[in-house]
């Protein structure tokens, strides 16, 4: 069994013996030698790997060239170049699978559409190599943080028959053939059915048996938008807490954004310094900022009276009652708070059924995180508790509280106050990452017109 190996090479000894198993990225021969870099996935950098003439296995040399798999036994050595520290002088070297010279990824520059075209080779480039072992990084983050604190990891359907958001925009699943007039009742659930937005009315019921759950798992929207931030399916991290309001709903969605920030500082720094280097000069100090300065709370009112003040030109107009844009976002934390900020207490008009109403009778206590250089990355809110206020919000909205009878049912036995957020995990890896379109850190993005591979 093969296990990647070059990430670890700082513990090695010279003198070591080491087996390695990966990809050429470069050949280059000399009369009595050539030399292979090697990269197996594991880490950034590769190695350097020196072939003598007669080796065993050189004679298939010719064949090792860029894409091909190779394994290669030898030494751990001091190199003689002053690029890396260690290579390998190989003792047998063995050609897995060759790569004819049609390989798109040749050592040269490739355009961020190109390298979409060919989603199953990407990886294997710098960039998208580094994307996906942070990606993997930050859900092992999510999982410890909430785990750290108790809360347990629930599963919620894909499969739904409610619209958590109220939008519309759902994929539909169905057995049905269209323009066959059948009835949804004749349909494989006997009702409409679709694919998830949102874990959250589920998790809500979980929380209310369970105390403190989470989900984290894939959603779906419908919307047919082809901006740098959407995508038809994405990822969500959904905590719920029965006995929380709004304040402890802040207070962790805080605590989460900076423990995903300080563990991939810690833990992903050769990667974050390639992104620095190579797609955002901005990225440490940004993250930093995340990672060591309290986040300011602002009200909406607030933010609006500070963006009507600003003497600044936006795309979208500023007015009360309108949703702010990820332009008045990123203005309120690059330029006036030059650090994250919390937006809270929200217009009741413009937020979903679910948000509980505040006193004032014109509010609800929602919350949205804003971070530099993205906007929003997290929203959530304390949930309406009280059954005669959640089912005016429902008749408001236009929902049937037949639909949500199950939801009801929460208010009517032993209801607790309860709150929670949803944090897009697309959304935090392009903070994380510096890395601008959503496409970008999906292995296999589902965006409108496109669901190859």
Not at 107 to 121: C, P, T
Not at 350 to 368: E, H, S, W
Request: one cysteine or more.
């Amino acid at each position: 069994m093969h296990t990647p190996v070059l990430a670890a090479l700082s513990s090695q000894a010279p003198s070591d013996d080491i087996t390695v198993c990966g990809w050429v990225r470069t050949r280059r021969d000399a009369k009595a030698f050539s030399f292979l870099e090697i990269n197996d996935g594991s880490c950034l950098r590769g190695i350097q790997v020196v072939v003598d003439a007669g080796t065993p296995g050189s004679e298939s040399l010719l064949e090792m060239t860029t894409g091909a798999s190779v394994e290669v036994q030898g030494k751990l050595v001091a190199s003689q170049g002053k690029e890396q520290p260690w290579e390998i002088q190989a003792a047998r070297i063995s050609l897995v699978g060759p790569a004819d010279d049609t390989y798109p990824l040749q050592k040269k520059g490739h355009s961020l559409e190109f390298l979409r075209e060919i989603a199953h080779l990407r990886p294997r480039s710098n960039l998208f190599g580094a994307v996906f072992r942070v990606r993997s990084r930050m859900a092992y983050a999510v999982h410890q943080f909430f785990q750290d604190r108790g809360f347990l990891n629930v599963h919620t359907p894909m499969i739904t028959s409610s619209d958590c958001e109220g939008a519309g925009e759902m994929f539909r699943v169905t057995t049905l053939t269209p323009g066959s007039g059948s009835k949804p009742e004749e349909d494989f659930f006997g009702k409409p059915a679709f694919l998830t937005v949102s874990g959250q009315l589920e998790a809500e019921t979980l929380a209310c048996a369970l105390g403190k759950v989470y989900t984290f798992g894939p959603t779906f929207r419908a919307e047919n938008s082809n901006t740098s931030r959407h995508a038809a399916e994405f990822w969500m991290i959904e905590p719920e807490q029965a006995f929380c309001d709004l304040a402890g709903n802040m207070d962790l969605a805080e605590a989460q954004l900076k423990h995903q920030v300080r563990d991939a500082l810690e833990r992903c720094a050769e990667d974050l310094a390639f992104f620095a280097k190579y797609v955002d000069k901005g990225l440490i100090e940004r993250l930093k900022c995340v990672a060591d300065r309290p986040f300011q709370r602002v009200s909406y009112t607030e933010a609006v009276a500070l963006l009507e003040q600003s003497g600044e030109t936006f795309e979208y107009p500023v007015k009360y009652g309108l949703n702010l844009q990820s332009g008045h976002e990123r203005w309120l934390t690059e330029k006036y708070f030059q650090c994250p900020v919390i937006v809270y207490n929200y217009p009741k008009e413009i937020k979903p059924f679910y948000m509980r109403q505040n006193d004032d009778g014109l509010t609800v206590a929602a919350m949205d995180v804003l971070v530099p250089g993205i906007g929003e990355i997290i929203g959530g809110s304390q949930r309406e508790e009280r059954p005669d206020r959640l089912s005016a919000a429902m008749a408001h909205h236009g929902l049937s509280e037949a639909d949500y009878w199950w939801y009801a049912d929460l208010r009517k036995y032993g209801t607790v106050p309860h709150a929670g957020y949803g944090m897009g995990f697309e959304r935090l890896l392009m903070f994380v990452t510096g890395v601008g379109n959503i496409r970008d850190v999906i292995p296999f993005a589902r965006t409108p017109g496109h669901a190859e591979f």
